[in-house]
């Protein structure tokens, strides 16, 4: 899976019910397998924040607005060797400010493979400044199964702003191990902690805060040995403890009386040959157990969440095993919270051989479920299952059933905006779909009245007259050579197209969203920026010969794209990396496996100063051979004059010689990617006499993996990670061999020799230095 894969999967969503019940709005991707998403929340303004990890080493929290535009991200490393950090929930207050709940870890190839070592709440502010980083070092949840370690630890905000956090485990500098409930103010201080041997150490599943009282749930004889269930007030009170020998408490939640719901399974509950069963255990306000709710559907079934819908209603989402195959199938119910009585359930069997389920839900006022999880998408591998999300009526009618196709997403998360429509999250990418939930009736019409004004070499306005009923519009533009539309959701009149291409030639189109559906798109219309337009080139023959992989810029964000023969030719331009003047970008190429001779002739080229043609001195990046099979690096630095903007990169290949800029040839291919100049944002080499002596050097606080090493290292600090790191590396001559700013993690060492290094971390007056080994 590549970058490449994953932006044509964006592109396929199938749809299961009518159009005009919901509409995808918009879609967003982390655009790399190595960023995984946990968990989502909105804000007060219906901002979406999700989280997670990214290169299984940094928690990864990233911010959207309502129309998908991407205001910050921010990732949070450990600071420590082999150790690493990873995120499982987040919350925000009344002032928009982002919690993030996750662990630090260490790995072990024996199970449970993670071991958590330290609780980690990082809170920012809305506009994604880091206000303070809270630690609490000691042993964490070891005993819980894999498949449920996203809920390690949770945690939830009162009307206040105090967060609690719950989990299980020591804390360090106590020997009582157990059930552990924090409660940290505002400020990031510790206001209490307690630790209550209702439950194991390895025993936390799910909290919930409501009432005054915070619940926590799990087992406290292993996983599944028993359910276990403490409660505390917001001072940090015990108030009950309960425990029954079912499978593990799943989730909790609460009603306006101070009734605790319980979700959990156990076998034959209902009779004696009914299987695996799903229970709902209540405790009123004083810990006493005033019911025991069964439900059996087939065969075994087990519940997943819980969540309070309409008046007095519980939504339950999971999973079952219906259709007589070793095969789950998805499960949804709903329950009356006084009686335990069925209001309904709906079970879709399951007919491929990959296991389905739905993983999450939400409800509404009106007694509507919003449920997210995963199912068959239909199609042959690598395709066989989608993120699916699913909206219910009250009366349990399936209303409209969206698949996002993808490999290995699962909907995780699932969230209801302020104007009813519906954020969810996959897995996979940290993928984030927002979808309308339309309920209003009528025609919706498009502004088909669109016109271009104030073109530029590089951008253009797009304007349009307004729509009665109009939620948002959408617009769809590309370059006219690019198989890619670029979607922008907005509610303006107008929208400024930047970072186009001169002189070439766009097409767009525009539809309208209104609450009854979408318009869908109108005409497609074009225009052709002002200046030159680069000049076409490409292969004449590139069945065996031709690009197979390019990966440019930090791996995780920056171009990483593997694809086939594309005819020659193929604009790429939508996939972009970003650099600063004066950085390195390094990267790798590689060449299809089927050329007859394997003599194949790389040059790149990259117009630096923004004027249409790659025919400037320095333009000419890479110019290499490639004898073998597999992957090589490359890299180039962007000049300190470089011009800051929106331009292009040229890849080319061609077999026997070197290939030209421009123009046709024999055998081969040209790919042309974005590059994004942000400026000149190196330091100055030199300090002033008062600069040197503020400056703080130390080796802790940075590590660098594999060491000693050969082409790649992955470099991990405790510096800031908003503010802009500078990496210079020293041989033992005290030369500079490398000068760049740290984009991300992973750093190109192929080119240098054999030997001893000092790579040096610079941000303000912070300097970290460590010794780095190249082995050849």
């Not at 993670?114 to 709440?121: C, H, K, Q, W």
Request: glycine residues 10%; proline residues 3%.
């Amino acid at each position: 899976m590549r970058k490449i894969l994953q932006l044509l999967l964006m592109l396929v969503i199938v749809t299961c019910a009518t159009a005009q019940n919901y509409s995808l709005d918009w879609l967003r991707t982390a655009d790399s397998y190595l960023k995984s998403g946990t968990m989502l929340a909105k804000d007060q303004d219906n901002n979406v924040i999700v989280t997670g990890a990214a290169v299984t080493s940094a928690i990864y929290t990233r911010k959207f607005d309502k129309f998908g535009n991407l205001l910050w991200e921010r990732s949070s490393f450990s600071g420590i060797q082999s150790n690493y950090e990873t995120a499982t929930w987040v919350n925000t207050d009344a002032q928009n400010n982002v919690f993030v709940t996750g662990y630090r870890y260490s790995y072990s190839s024996q199970a449970p493979f993670n071991f958590p070592n330290a609780l980690i709440v990082l809170k920012y502010d809305a506009q994604g400044n880091l206000l303070w980083k809270y630690i609490l070092e000691g042993s964490y949840g070891l005993t819980i199964p894999l498949s449920y370690s996203a809920l390690r630890f949770r945690s939830e905000t009162d009307t206040g702003g105090n967060l609690y956090v719950g989990t299980s485990g020591t804390i360090a500098g106590n020997t009582v191990g157990g059930f552990i409930l924090l409660k940290l103010n505002p400020q990031g201080a510790l206001v209490w902690s307690r630790t209550s041997t209702a439950g194991s150490p390895g025993g936390f599943l799910s909290m919930r805060l409501g009432n005054n009282q915070v619940l926590l749930t799990g087992s406290s004889a292993g996983a599944f040995g028993n359910v276990a269930t403490v409660c505390f007030d917001t001072t940090g009170v015990e108030k009950w403890r309960a425990a029954t020998p079912e499978r593990g408490g799943q989730d909790v939640e609460t009603d306006n009386l101070g009734n605790a719901y319980i979700l959990t399974a156990n076998y034959n509950e209902v009779n004696a040959t009914s299987g695996l069963d799903i229970l709902i255990l209540k405790y009123n306000s004083n810990g006493a157990q005033t019911a025991r709710y069964k439900y059996n559907f087939a065969n075994n079934e087990t519940g997943y969440r819980l969540c309070k819908t309409g008046a007095g209603e519980l939504g339950i989402s999971g999973l079952g095993y219906f259709g007589g195959s070793f095969t789950s199938d998805w499960l949804v119910m709903k329950i009356n919270m006084t009686t335990g009585a069925l209001l309904w359930s709906r079970t879709d069997v399951n007919t491929s051989p990959y296991d389905v389920g739905a993983t999450n839900l939400t409800g509404n006022s009106n007694g509507e479920l919003f449920v997210t999880g995963y199912k068959p998408s239909g199609k042959p591998f690598p395709g066989t299952l989608a993120m699916a999300t699913r909206k219910y009526t009250a009366d349990g009618t399936p209303a409209w059933t969206a698949l996002s196709d993808s490999t290995a997403s699962r909907g995780t998360a699932i969230v209801l905006s302020g104007d009813g429509s519906v954020y969810a999250l996959g897995s996979a990418y940290a993928t984030v779909l927002h979808y309308f939930n339309h309920s209003g009736t009528g025609v919706c019409n498009s502004p088909d009245t669109a016109t271009i004004t104030n073109i530029t070499r590089s951008s253009a306005v797009i304007n349009y007259r307004k729509t009665p009923g109009a939620i948002v519009y959408h617009i769809q533009y590309k370059a006219l050579s690019s198989p890619r539309w670029i979607t922008v959701s907005t509610d303006k009149l107008k929208y400024k197209l930047s970072g186009l291409a001169p002189g070439t030639t766009y097409q767009y189109r525009i539809e309208t969203v209104c609450n009854s559906r979408p318009s869908g798109y109108q005409a497609i219309r074009q225009f052709t920026t002002a200046g030159t337009p680069y000049c076409t080139t490409g292969a004449l023959n590139a069945s065996d010969d031709y690009i197979a992989y390019v990966q440019l810029g930090n791996f995780v964000d920056g171009i990483n794209n593997s694809t086939g023969s594309n005819n020659g030719y193929a604009d790429f331009t939508y996939l972009t990396t970003k650099a600063a003047a004066g950085e390195t970008v390094s990267g790798s190429l590689s060449a299809s496996y089927f050329a007859p001779v394997f003599n194949e002739y790389f040059r790149v080229w990259a117009d630096f100063n923004i004027d249409g043609d790659f025919n400037d001195p320095g333009e000419l990046v890479v110019s290499t051979t490639a004898t073998s099979i597999g992957s090589f690096p490359v890299s180039f630095t962007i000049p300190a004059n470089a011009k800051a903007g929106t331009t292009r990169i040229r890849v080319s290949m061609k077999n026997g010689s070197a290939p030209p800029v421009c123009g046709s040839y024999a055998s081969g291919e040209t790919e042309d990617y974005g590059l994004i100049i942000t400026g000149n944002t190196l330091p100055q080499a030199s300090f002033s006499a008062g600069m040197v002596s503020a400056v703080h050097e130390t080796s802790t606080g940075v590590f660098i993996h594999p060491n000693p090493a050969r082409d790649y290292v992955t470099i991990r600090h405790d510096l800031h990670n908003n503010k802009p790191v500078f990496l210079k590396i020293y041989n033992s001559s005290g030369q500079q061999v490398i000068s760049q700013i740290l984009t991300g993690n992973t750093v190109n060492v192929s080119r240098l020799s054999g030997g001893f290094y000092i790579a040096q971390l610079i941000q303000e007056d912070q300097v970290r230095k460590i010794r780095l080994v190249i082995q050849r």
